[in-house]
């Protein structure tokens, strides 16, 4: 038997269905087409909001906001290995940037580490805009003395950054001459602002002048004729010097050569069973470089296991070298 009550309440899920119907396909249908009728693109230009430091973020804070500085270089840090490989770095305050950089044959610098045509992220796009945003935001007053870098707790600490020229080409093996001619042309504006260190080419044995940026050239048996012979007053590229070599002779100064590097396997060798060995040799070598005015990168240190790695990160600062060779960025910041 129906009853009233019964009836009642089939009219009441009948209205409700239908309201549901009522609303819901019209607004499915309307998204659907709002979502066909947009513009398609694989990727967004605008989409970098943590660089972004024009318009409406310009007055806010500076990205490196509460970051430390830390003794650590970044290495392979370019993009493919790193989604946000300049973003990373300073987010995790590592002083020290490697760029794996190929000439492509359009002319264009890319910044890949491995296949220089497998991404067409360029070095300008994926460093050289953010970095140009971020020292324009730094240095707004003129004739404010000093120019400020990019790390807001410690304003005059130069960020470096080593050039990994992967192109070959004659007439020596390592940088192609062309991918150095590109690369100078690339960075005229920062040297024209005055963000790059540079040295008098008149008189060399005068130190370097800091600025934001340091640009070191690595991947060469021997400095390019670009360092060597340079054409202005002024040179604001150096050399990353073979760390074993420098006691060969005067070569290399800290005018020519800021920065020496050598793998961890090359000092140590098996010498690591032993760490009381490996520290012995590894001083060595760090008070050869500091007394000539150089400091020190040791390269592709002991990555796994972890203890041991940590380990010889103690030991490797322990004994004066400048910067830790890294990936693990989180790791070498809480270190």
Not at 23 to 40: D, H, K, N
Not at 209 to 238: E, H, W
Not at 318 to 326: A, K
């Amino acid at each position: 038997m129906i009853t009233t009550e019964s009836l009642w309440l089939k009219k009441i899920r009948r209205n409700k269905f239908k309201t549901f119907v009522y609303i819901f396909v019209p607004s499915l249908f309307i998204f659907l087409l709002a979502f066909s009728l947009a513009p398609a693109r694989g990727s967004s230009n605008n989409n970098n909001l943590m660089f972004y430091m024009g318009g409406i973020l310009r007055p806010q804070i500076m990205f490196t906001a509460g970051v430390t500085p830390k003794r650590f270089h970044s290495r392979r840090d370019s993009f493919g290995v790193r989604y946000t490989p300049l973003l990373a770095a300073l987010g995790y305050g590592a002083t020290s940037i490697e760029i794996y950089l190929w000439l492509k044959k359009d002319g264009s610098l890319c910044v890949n580490p491995d296949n220089p045509e497998s991404y067409d992220q360029t070095l300008d796009q994926v460093y050289l805009t953010p970095l140009q945003n971020m020292l324009e935001y730094t240095n707004q007053q003129p004739g404010g003395g000093m120019t400020s870098g990019v790390f807001q707790s410690a304003p005059y600490l130069p960020l470096q950054l080593v050039m990994n020229i992967r192109t070959p080409g004659p007439p020596h093996p390592g940088p192609g001459p062309y991918t150095l001619e590109a690369l100078d042309a690339t960075l005229q504006p920062f040297l024209k602002a005055g963000w790059l260190t540079t040295v008098d080419t008149v008189n060399p044995k005068a130190p370097p002048r800091q600025s934001a940026l340091t640009i070191i050239i690595t991947g060469a048996d021997s400095p390019p004729p670009i360092i060597l012979n340079p054409t202005g007053p002024t040179r604001y590229m150096f050399y990353d010097a073979p760390l074993k070599e420098l006691d060969g002779g005067p070569m290399y100064t800290p005018a020519l050569s800021p920065m020496a590097s050598a793998s961890f396997s090359s000092l140590v060798g098996l010498r690591w069973v032993v760490p009381h060995l490996a520290r012995k040799k590894i001083l060595q070598y760090v008070r050869m470089a500091h007394n000539q005015g150089i400091a020190v990168r040791v390269t592709e240190p002991i990555d796994f296991p972890l203890w041991i790695r940590n380990a010889y990160w103690q030991i490797l600062l322990d004994c004066g070298v400048d910067w830790l060779d890294v990936d693990d960025l989180y790791s070498a910041s809480q270190f």
